[in-house]
């Protein structure tokens, strides 16, 4: 009796922080847009160039807060269970390119290299979550890489499985955080993250697809040359 309330505590107490923390994730992308429609309605002495760039700011914390609010959904009905994405039988290599090539203007505007090497792996997987996996990973390697960097997405297929590698050059990441960057909203550098449109829940999102899928998430990080993540998935996906 008492393992089952102390359960049912703990559970009340995860949701809170979540709650906790996602309203306080918003409150700064509602608090930015706030300033800026109030400085565009208020004042006469703006030039139009200023127009312009508070228009752009708003626009940009307002896609911020959007993603934000998809993650906050996505993460949230992916823990709960009550969302159940059908699978289908699909090429992974095929998602990977995908991903990569809408991440390619993204990087091009930072001066970052990009090279993407897949090969054919079928997957009996849904689309959406492999999409969710991929995408999160690479937006991750293209924010935190150094500028005029490189990211390399790795694909292969084998007897032993399939394995995902996505590699950014100019990031370290202490081993003592490589466990807790799949926690909820946290970030070792809080800053730069929101700074580079981070919403704090993409590698959480990364793992709990990994898991269900049997796949492990490992982290390796040099401060010579940089960070990968490896996502490596079992010879046969079992259908759950």
Same mark, same amino acid.
Do not use: W
């Given at each position: 009796? /008492?393992?089952?309330?102390?359960?049912?505590?703990?559970?009340?107490?995860?949701?809170?922080?979540?709650?906790?923390?996602?309203?306080?994730? &918003?409150?700064?992308?509602?608090?930015?847009? $706030?300033?800026? #429609?109030?400085? &565009?309605?208020?004042? @006469?002495?703006?030039?139009?160039?200023?127009?312009?760039?508070?228009? +752009?700011?708003?626009?940009?914390?307002? $896609?911020?807060?959007?993603?934000?609010?998809?993650?906050?959904?996505?993460?949230?009905?992916?823990? #709960?269970?009550?969302?159940?994405?059908?699978?289908?039988?699909?090429?992974?290599?095929?998602?990977?390119?995908?991903?990569?090539?809408?991440?390619?203007?993204?990087?091009?505007?930072?001066?970052?290299?990009? @090279?993407?090497?897949?090969?054919?792996?079928?997957?009996?997987?849904?689309?959406?979550?492999?999409?969710? &996996?991929?995408?999160? /990973?690479?937006?991750?390697?293209?924010?935190?890489?150094?500028?005029?960097?490189?990211?390399?997405?790795? &694909?292969? #297929?084998?007897?032993?499985?399939?394995?995902?590698?996505?590699?950014?050059?100019?990031?370290?990441?202490?081993?003592?955080?490589?466990?807790?960057?799949?926690?909820?909203?946290?970030?070792?550098?809080? $800053? +730069?993250?929101?700074?580079?449109?981070?919403?704090?829940?993409?590698?959480?999102?990364?793992?709990?697809?990994?898991?269900?899928?049997?796949?492990?998430?490992?982290?390796?990080?040099?401060?010579?040359?940089?960070? @990968?993540?490896?996502?490596?998935?079992?010879? #046969?996906?079992?259908?759950?």
């Amino acid at each position: 009796m /008492l393992s089952d309330i102390t359960i049912r505590r703990n559970a009340v107490k995860v949701r809170q922080e979540f709650f906790s923390n996602a309203s306080h994730e &918003l409150k700064t992308p509602i608090t930015s847009i $706030g300033g800026f #429609a109030e400085l &565009l309605c208020n004042s @006469t002495q703006l030039t139009e160039t200023q127009k312009e760039e508070f228009a +752009r700011r708003i626009l940009k914390e307002t $896609g911020r807060m959007q993603n934000l609010i998809n993650d906050i959904i996505m993460i949230s009905r992916l823990e #709960a269970g009550d969302i159940v994405f059908s699978r289908e039988v699909l090429d992974l290599a095929e998602v990977v390119r995908n991903v990569a090539a809408d991440a390619k203007p993204m990087a091009e505007q930072r001066g970052i290299t990009m @090279t993407c090497m897949a090969q054919q792996s079928v997957l009996s997987a849904s689309h959406r979550e492999m999409q969710e &996996l991929v995408g999160n /990973l690479v937006q991750n390697a293209v924010r935190y890489s150094e500028e005029g960097g490189f990211v390399d997405i790795e &694909l292969t #297929a084998g007897q032993g499985g399939t394995v995902l590698k996505v590699h950014n050059t100019g990031s370290y990441i202490e081993p003592r955080y490589r466990e807790r960057i799949f926690e909820r909203f946290y970030r070792i550098d809080k $800053g +730069r993250s929101k700074a580079m449109g981070g919403t704090g829940l993409g590698l959480a999102i990364v793992k709990h697809v990994a898991g269900q899928y049997h796949a492990t998430v490992e982290v390796q990080s040099d401060p010579d040359t940089g960070t @990968t993540f490896i996502v490596s998935f079992p010879p #046969a996906v079992p259908l759950e």
